[in-house]
């Protein structure tokens, strides 16, 4: 009895007896251990070439009003509580559409994926809900989701873009490999006033004053692209099958 007693300590002792006490030795486990977890999530980011990217010609890059929405979207920090990612999985697809493919985010720089869902996934919000709803969503979102955590932002309704700054980012982009062919002030305005003005006008049928330039109005132009063009692809695909 003592015997075997003695030899399951010495078994549930042996990690004792080769760590405890000696610290070079715990501290160099402890590096390999920690090194061949790196080097399993970081080989494949140096072996991947770029032509293996999943690309697809269905998807084309934001328009300068949707960058300026984008920007928005990320100052306030709506990607800590909405994912932009639809994973293959049947509750998943039936409450928020189609998964996602990877090409959907070629253009998406930063990527939004999110680590958690406070709020509902906005892969596939474009279109979901008219511009008037997203209004006023932002404003206060118990009036369009009685119940919702999520806080109010008044401010957008107050601020303006920047036409100017918009620019620097659509040329920032263009130099990491977005194929935008005006860049200059110029042009990233005028895109900015056409399509701000399709949104005004918009909310206008629902009674609701805006200008081309207000934070709300280019927020809610990126959230009405979101997942519009891939969702229309595999719409497509499907018929076709």
């Given amino acids: ?10 078994r ?54 949707e960058v300026a929405g984008r920007d928005i979207y990320i100052r306030e920090g709506c990607n800590v509580c909405h994912s932009q990612m639809i994973r293959p999985m049947r509750a998943e697809i039936l409450r928020y559409g189609e998964w996602t493919r990877a090409a959907e985010y070629q253009y998406d720089r930063p990527f939004l994926l999110g680590s958690r869902r406070l709020g509902p996934d906005l892969q596939r919000e474009g279109g979901k809900y008219p511009d008037a709803w997203h209004y006023e969503h932002m ?35 263009a130099r990491v490999g977005t194929p935008y062919e005006a860049t200059d002030d110029a042009a990233v305005e005028a895109s900015l ?5 399709a949104i005004t006008a918009s909310l206008a049928t629902s ?28 719409a497509e695909q499907e018929e076709d099958r």
């Fill in 207 to 234: 009674s609701l004053d805006a200008n081309w330039d207000d934070e709300i109005v280019a927020l809610i132009a990126y959230l009405q692209r979101l997942g519009v063009e891939g969702r229309a692809y595999l």
């Fill in 139 to 173: 404003r206060d979102p118990r009036t369009t989701s009685p119940g919702s955590v999520m806080p109010p932002y008044p401010w957008l309704h107050r601020n303006q873009i920047d036409p100017v700054d918009v620019a620097r980012s659509i040329r920032a982009l």
């Fill in 12 to 65: 549930d002792r042996f990690h004792r007896r080769v760590f405890e006490g000696k610290a070079a030795v715990f501290a160099i486990a402890t590096t390999l251990a920690i090194s061949a977890g790196g080097l399993v999530e970081i080989i494949p980011m140096f072996t991947t070439t770029s032509a293996s990217w999943e690309r697809a010609d269905w998807i084309t890059p934001y328009t300068p009003l």
């Fill in 193 to 197: 006033r056409e399509q701000g003005g």
């Fill in 1 to 10: 009895m003592s015997t075997s007693s003695s030899e399951g300590n010495g």
